[in-house]
């Protein structure tokens, strides 16, 4: 079973910088806004969380919150 990361971000540019390196070697699950990235957190086990802070309207709130939940405790956060 392979590692489980959730970006958060709608920079383009960081978008195809991610998937180039990340998405051929674990499963990456692509938001585009924080209400659909807490959706997804609450709903499946991530091992971390790629959040663009500068980016994306309660992106910081939302990583405070995902972490919270039972099956992200362990779970890495990347924000910038």
Partial sequence: MGLNFLLLTS???LLKIIQSVLAVTVGLHLRTDAASA???SARRR???FVIDC???SWSSRCARQDTQQPP???S???AS
């Fill in 54 to 56: 500068d980016d994306v």
């Fill in 46 to 48: 991530l091992d971390g």
């Fill in 76 to 78: 890495v956060i990347v």
């Fill in 38 to 40: 807490h959706g997804t």
């Fill in 72 to 74: 992200n405790k362990q």
């Fill in 11 to 13: 920079d383009a540019t």
